[in-house]
């Protein structure tokens, strides 16, 4: 049995509802609700059988969603403006769609609107989101076109995978512009890693430490030992006695070092931090689309593009750098706010008592790891001057603490000092042969201008050797990954589950997120084609194209019967076109009946219809006809031009 | 023609307000096939019957069936001729080119057999010796509704030896206004003109068997047939004898309308009074006359 319109339409709505599910993370939740409910009062409509809204009412029905999208976005375009209006102004379009081509209309919307998600989040979830929208998009599509209600989840399936083989040569050689396709504005600037762009220990009470994955680091050829991973992002070097900020004097070791022993040759993928990236120390060389700044730090060459980007890397463990401090840098790094007196009086002290500033570095590394300190993530609040009251009053911290005491404290002993910010560790995916880098592993440290050269000291290693060794997760029990239904530590097939689907995600940003220009290249060059340019790619594709639908159209031709089918297809049109204009034809009803019901139709179309009915009586029915006759074709064009316009509503005599 | 358009006036002027009945028992005869009658007792099922031998100058027989009747009485019987000294064959009321056998499903078993026999090989074998039944030959049966007393309903598979199952239903207001005031219908229908010259329906079969039905026609009975199979309205679908009872009378009907082809309007026309005694609707609470309606408005004409 052929399926029910009405079935199609709730099809179709249902689909459209289940595409923009995942806006709801994205938008202002009262949008994507607002499109549930049109769509729910479109449907509700459909299975009353009411009449839909005159499109005046609709008009001013529009004016107080968009009125209200302006007032909490302040815009209608850019990526949440825009996605936000397209959700409603599809809503309306759903208040106004009657009929079969207007369905299909809104059917193509909602192919449309499925890709939005795509917009605000590329991973996997997303993609596989996508193919179950796209899967039910098309099921209603198929339902729509009048397809037999059982066979059509399969027929919808038998579609998709028919596009399959389209998609994937599209996807692979489609001309991709280097660097994004569009830069969309964004609303929001959200911190993702576990950032920020100034450190202030003392205000921090409890640190809670996210899973959220940060960036993903790949080795090639020699592995990192763990205690080896401190991955730079930024360098605080302003302190104002209790927040430490990035400062603007220029460092004269901006170049690259140079060293060979131990070399590691690795790719980051990573969001960058307004324009900062994550690198190993003692980077010697960086790959395309990143540049080496100053404090050995790494920043995206186009620093305001905050997409996600895959960077390669070599990194040496131990390097020289052909540089000095001036005096004025000198100063600047041993530069300390009027507070902390008493931290500022133990640097002294240590001052006096070594002259030798290896010495003094050792002694004072040595005096901290006997102060008592303890590592925590929920420290007491610091008040007053913040270092001297966690040295020597609540001596709880984590990272940030003690990177900003002893930062402080070897600027008291004239020592140049700052903090780097970033991460340490992260976990290495056996499966996968990559390290996941999450926010949990974000970390601060300090680096002390010695002998010539910035030289790490990690005082949290120093009070806390096992943070660096192991993971924090194994440390702070509050860390532990908990499942959420359970509430208690997750069994080890857990653990499989999850590395593999980080595993999964990762393989997904290789080499469908990050297939960029570059790499699109460097396929075709392995696959022989040298450099292809963007016309013979699309010269191709066109090409391509042409040559697979071709022997599909010869297919389809081959396969209908020349002219026997016109009387059918044609009957089937005819009852359609009636349909659509508002009249209750069935494609049961004999001529006659149909001539009745289409007297609300103008007196022209029904001249029209009749004449169409006669002949097609006739030529079917009567002594020696068949279906092979040559004016079919005639009369198949005839009824395709035959477009009786719709009824208005009160005259319409069915649905 | 003129002399079936005639013989349509005439029956419609004794029976009162039933002109699409009338009309679909005229295509049943001209299709050659028996018609079964199925109502309530007083509707006017007899005299239909008789109109019909009347005004199509048919000779006509009625048996009342009872439960105690026997075959012999209906067939005929062989009696020994003493003073010849053969046996010689007495033909029963059968042997006529009307029968009206009067409520069916009253008689039993056997004899109901016997009659549907008769129906369906035109001849009659008694003691080893056939005699052919007159032609034309006819048989208008009628039967109360089921879930009366003492009544022996006649099996699905004799039933569709009935070319059409019909009811006349009780009269519009207006018709039964009218019978009452004109008196007993017996008077009108010793009055009634035969309409047809002896032959002339025969002639007439032929030519109804003639109307020509296209390739697109005989897809739409098919399609009407296939349908009937899908088990989802029916226990059984539509035997191919139903496809071609289907396809007779809506060459009759079309004759009726002076069509030398068939349409799909034709098979509409017929399909419920000749499918609907054929089907056993398998949706509770709905006839199978309601079910053979429904199947219509849902097989697409193409």
Known sequence: MRSEPRLAHFAVLAALALTVLPLFLQLPPWVPLLFALQLGGRAWLAWQGRQLPHRVWLLLAMIV????????????????????LLLLLTGFKAFETV????????????????????????????????????????????????????????????ALLYAMPLMLLLFVAMPRLPGPLWSMPTTDQRATSGLSDSMAPGSIGQMIPSQEPAFTAQFRGRQPAREQLYWRVMVFDRFDGARWTAGSVPDSAAALASGAAGELSYSITATPFKGALPVLEHAVWAGEGVQQGTAQLVRRIDARNEARLRYDMRSV???????????????????????NLRTRQQGEFFARQFR??????????????????????????????????????????????????????????????????????????????????????????????????????????????SRIVSEVGELVPEAQAVLPVLGRRPPQWWHTVHAQWQRAGFVWQQWVVDYDARRQQSLFQRLGLGRVGVGSVMTILLLGGVLLVLPLLLWLLWRRPPVRSYPVRGWQLLVSRLQEAGVAAQASDTPAQLRDKATVLAAVQQQQLTRLLADWQQWRYAEGATDSDPRWRGWWWQVRRFRPPRLAAKKRTGR | ??????????????????????????????????????????????????????????????????????????????????????????????????????????ASPKVQSALLEAMEERQVSIDGQTHALPKPFFVIATQNPDGQLGTFPLPESQLDRFLMRISLGYPSPESERALLL??????????????????????????????????????????????????????????????????????????????????PEDVKAVFVVVCAHRLQSRLPGMSSIDAAQRLLDHVPLA
Not at chain 1, 127 to 148: I, K, N, P, R
């Open chain 1, 65 to 84: 969603p968009v009125l209200l999208l302006w007032l909490s976005l302040r815009t209608l375009v850019g990526r949440e403006g825009g996605v936000a």
């Open chain 1, 99 to 158: 009929t079969l081509r207007d369905w299909r209309v809104l059917l193509g919307l909602g192919f449309f609107l499925a890709a939005t998600p795509l917009l605000f989040d590329q991973s996997l979830p997303s993609a596989l989101w996508l193919l179950l929208s796209l899967f039910v998009l098309t099921w209603a599509m198929v339902l729509l076109a009048g397809g037999d209600s059982a066979a059509s989840p399969r027929a919808a399936a038998q």
């Open chain 1, 317 to 339: 463990a131990q390097a020289a750098y052909p540089a000095t401090l001036s005096a004025e840098q000198r100063a600047h790094y041993l530069q300390l706010p009027a507070a």
């Open chain 1, 356 to 465: 030798d500033e290896t010495g003094r570095l050792a002694a004072l590394s040595a005096w901290l790891q006997q102060q008592g300190l303890r590592y925590t993530l929920s420290p007491p609040l610091l008040q007053g001057d913040v270092v001297d009251d966690f040295l020597f009053s609540s001596r709880q911290g984590f990272c940030e603490h003690f990177a900003s005491a002893f930062a402080t404290l070897a600027r008291a002993a004239g020592l140049p000092a700052r903090i780097v910010v970033g991460f340490q560790g992260g976990e290495f995916n056996a499966g996968g042969q990559f390290w996941l880098v999450r926010s949990s592993d974000a970390h601060a440290w300090t680096e002390v201008w010695l002998q010539g050269r910035w030289q790490r000291v990690d005082p949290t290693a120093l009070v806390a050797p």
């Open chain 2, 1 to 106: 023609m003129q002399s079936i358009s005639f013989a349509y006036r005439q029956l419609n002027a004794l029976i009162l307000g039933k002109p699409l009945q009338i009309r679909l028992a005229l295509t049943c005869m001209l299709a050659g096939g028996h018609l079964l009658i199925e109502d309530v007792p007083g509707v006017g099922k007899t005299t239909l019957a008789h109109g019909l031998a009347g005004v199509l100058g048919l000779d006509y027989r009625r048996v009342q069936f009872t439960s105690d009747l026997l075959p012999a009485d209906m067939l005929g019987v062989s009696l020994f001729r003493p003073d010849e000294g053969r046996f010689e064959f007495q033909p029963g009321p059968v042997f006529s080119q009307l029968l009206l056998a009067d409520e069916i499903n009253r």
């Open chain 2, 182 to 263: 004109a008196g007993d219908r017996r008077q009108a229908l010793s009055a009634l003109p035969a309409a047809l010259q002896a032959g002339e329906l025969l002639a007439l079969q032929q030519k109804a068997a003639k109307v020509s039905a296209s390739s697109a026609l005989a897809d739409y009975v098919l399609a009407l047939l296939l349908a009937s199979r899908k088990r989802e309205l029916f226990v059984h679908g539509l035997s191919p004898r139903a496809g071609l009872a289907i396809l007779a009378a809506a060459r009759a009907w079309a004759m009726l309308d002076g069509r030398d082809h068939v349409l």
